[in-house]
């Protein structure tokens, strides 16, 4: 959910040539012991199997990415210590993509031909999600990628847990159309992601009678909301739609604060602040205000409260729990699931076993979808409370098939073309 | 009309944050030709001081007045240090001295994330600069009006320390003819340290300003340092007044360019507007005219 198109472009073009070379200069790796298996070399007659996280652990994404992999060890160690998946041992090889799509492309590349590993857990932002989609439809591998993101995709060989549009976005705007928004104003970060967002915006507001008064954008690490906060007051809308991204959300919500506006007035709807964002904003800034995710710290189930208990007790009491992260951890027990399912670790294998596949996740009950390879997760909004932590405060009651090109959405024609 | 005034005031109010961040630059690159990258993160500095000013004393509207001074002194004293342990071995060599600040700012960045993490802190406003002040039907949020005041306070308190004081009459000095400063019984080197104390302290000033306005984190230094040196570039090095116009300028520009249409094409509009500028007018708005013949 990152990064300029540009960029993108710079990266998948990078990476297409780099395929070619790392293509033709590859040793075989295709061991026929191994048949089916995709990755070709993944061993599996030992006691362990090897799986590769692969998140930026430096550089300007390491302060999400670090949290996803805290939590991706946390599901690995609970899973090892009740006996592993299929009998076998977790061994984890951890790669750094140090925030550049192109060093996400090569170490999975390194990954999957260089270490063997079963599948890959990681990503973060589209960028690098793009650049990691030719090396592991070229190898056959898989990658599970945690993060909500803009949908308009669908590979056989990712596995998408975070939500696409319609498990958040959509939910979002029935949300704000049940409490009578009549008028919307969109602010948004001047990247694919909000871009992508805002188009299927307008076409349900277009479609459901709410008037769009005004699209605003803000280049990243903007830190002067001055003109937009004033744009976004004499528009007057009933809601402001939020897909602001990083420390622009800081600057944003102080601007707004300080121009007198409130969440009662005028409440902001945003879809890219987590439990974890909320301390840097400041809660004083922003308490009140609605977000819009599929899981909260504060969700009361018992593999809530045991995840939440697990991952204070392995990191530290002060750290926060939020929606990548569970994402994250969920994403391997679904892996192990399908493995399981499958009585196999061959990509092949696991393709074919995987719709289905469901796991009792913290954020609630979880399903695999064979077609789409996305998961049906429950959409929840919550409220920002005076404790820094997010309230559910709707919910869509039951998870919601997950849709990546909004097909099954009569206003939505034409969006995916 | 109510447009006209809030884009006007949102102008003034960019150009003095620009200002502020700009204005111990102009002392240290503009008056004393030192390419220091790391003033962003002497601005960091100045804003993680008034988050730990904030958790000590607790109480907002007091830490933000004891964060000012304190802010300056931190500022100042990393100024003082980076001055004494490497600048004063590279005057005269400014493609080392950029490659040598450059990383003194990544080691403070790093520093900043191993002392207080990668996630964002929070410094809370004080109550009396929460919401904003209604004049003409129009709201002036009070914290941008305290930056302001800030700002001019700055300029006017740097202005007269070397337009009246001994001590500015020796920075002036060094500035315009460093030997025959010297031979007329200046100490540089003291001139030189003092100097670069007050630019670092003007940039911790800088940060606590920020911790109004925005994110505070290890980058906070970065998204400003590149516009600081437009300011000064434009205002004309070597120019207190040159800065003050440039950064107004630049911020009523950005604003009303904002407004009629998007905040990436201001940017960019912005950025085209001052390359012509320099292509027609490269010593800036203000040229320093002096007898050396250098």
Redesign the interface.
């Known amino acids: 959910m990152n990064i300029s198109l540009a960029r993108r472009l710079v990266a998948v073009a990078t990476v297409s040539a780099m395929g070619l070379l790392v293509g033709c200069g590859a040793r075989v790796s295709d061991d026929p012991s191994t048949g089916a298996a995709g990755a070709g070399c993944v061993d599996t007659s030992g006691s362990s199997v090897k799986i590769g996280f692969l998140n930026s652990r430096s550089g300007t994404m390491a302060i999400s990415e670090n949290t996803v992999y805290n939590s991706l060890k946390l599901a690995a160690d609970q899973i090892n210590a009740a006996g592993g998946v299929a009998g076998k041992q977790l061994a984890i090889v951890a790669e750094d993509g140090a925030s550049e799509p192109t060093t996400f492309a090569e170490k999975a590349e390194k990954l999957i031909r260089g270490d063997c590993v079963a599948a890959v857990f990681g990503g973060w932002t589209s960028s690098s999600r793009k650049a990691m989609l030719p090396v592991f439809e070229s190898n056959n591998a898989l990658l599970f990628y945690p993060v909500q993101y803009e949908g308009l995709e669908s590979s056989k060989n990712i596995f998408y847990t975070g939500a696409t549009t319609n498990q958040q976005i959509v939910p979002a705007l029935d949300y704000l159309k049940e409490k009578g928004a009549k008028s919307l104003f969109l602010v948004g970060s001047d990247y694919v992601f909000p871009q992508t967002a805002n188009k299927i915006i307008k076409a349900y507001a277009k479609a459901n009678g709410i008037e769009v008064k005004g699209e605003e954008y803000a280049p990243l690490g903007h830190t002067d909301f001055s003109t937009i906060v004033s744009k976004v007051k004499a528009a007057d809308a009933d809601a402001v739609f939020n897909t602001l991204n990083g420390d622009s959300n800081v600057a944003f919500f102080k601007e707004y604060k300080n121009a007198g506006l409130t969440a009662d007035a005028m409440p902001v709807l945003s879809v890219s602040i987590a439990e974890e964002e909320v301390g840097g904003i400041g809660v004083g800034n922003i308490v009140g205000q609605p977000v819009a995710w599929n899981y909260y710290q504060t969700i009361d189930s018992a593999q809530n409260k045991k995840f939440v208990a697990d991952f204070k007790a392995a990191y530290g009491p002060t750290k926060v729990t939020s929606d990548p992260m569970e994402a994250a951890y969920t994403s391997l027990y679904l892996w192990k699931g399908m493995v399981e399912k499958a009585k196999s670790f061959a990509v092949a294998d696991i393709q074919k076993a995987a719709g289905g596949v469901t796991f009792d996740a913290p954020e609630g009950k979880v399903t695999v979808n064979g077609e789409n390879h996305h998961i049906a997760k429950t959409a929840l909004i919550g409220k920002i409370g005076q404790d820094g932590l997010i309230h559910t405060d709707w919910t869509s009651g039951k998870p919601i098939e997950p849709d990546p090109y909004l097909k099954s959405y009569p206003w939505a024609t034409g969006l995916s073309g | 009309m109510e ?1 006209l005034l ?2 006007l005031f ?1 102008g003034l ?2 150009g003095s ?1 620009l200002l502020l961040a700009a204005l111990g630059l102009a002392l240290t690159f503009g008056q004393m030709g030192v390419i220091n990258m790391a003033h962003g993160e002497f601005i960091m500095a100045g804003a993680y001081t008034a988050f730990v000013v904030q958790n000590l004393l607790g109480d907002a509207g007091l830490s933000l007045l004891v964060s000012l001074p304190a802010a300056f002194v931190v500022g100042g004293l990393l100024g003082l240090a980076l001055e004494a342990l490497l600048l004063r071995r590279m005057y005269h060599r400014p493609l080392d001295t950029l490659l040598v600040t450059f990383g003194v700012s990544l080691v403070l960045q790093q520093l900043a994330r191993d002392v207080f993490g ?8 004080p109550e009396w600069l ?3 002040v209604e004049v003409f039907g129009v ?1 002036f ?4 009006l305290f930056i302001l005041v800030l700002a001019i306070v700055a300029v006017v308190v740097l202005s007269a320390l070397l337009a009246f004081t001994p001590l500015g009459r020796r920075i002036r000095a060094t500035v315009q003819n460093r030997s025959l400063a010297e031979s007329s019984g200046i100490s540089t080197r003291r001139t030189d340290r003092i100097t670069f104390f007050v630019g670092s302290g003007l940039a911790g000033v800088a940060g606590v300003a920020l911790t ?6 290890s ?1 906070l230094g970065t ?2 340092i590149v516009d600081a040196f437009l300011v000064v570039v434009v205002g004309g090095v070597g120019q207190i007044k040159g800065a003050v116009i440039a950064a107004f300028v630049l911020g009523v520009a ?2 009303w360019i ?2 009629s249409t ?3 094409i201001a ?1 960019v509009v912005v950025l085209a507007l001052i390359v012509a500028f320099l292509q027609a007018r490269p010593q800036g708005i203000f040229v320093v005219r002096t007898r050396s013949l250098v």
Do not use: C, H
Not at chain 2, 118 to 125: K, Y
């Open positions: 447009i809030s884009q949102n109010s960019g944050i990668t996630a964002g802190v929070d410094v809370a406003a929460s919401g904003p709201a949020p009070k914290t941008r109004l306005m925005g994110s505070i984190s980058n998204n400003y950005q604003s904002e407004y998007t905040a990436s940017k």
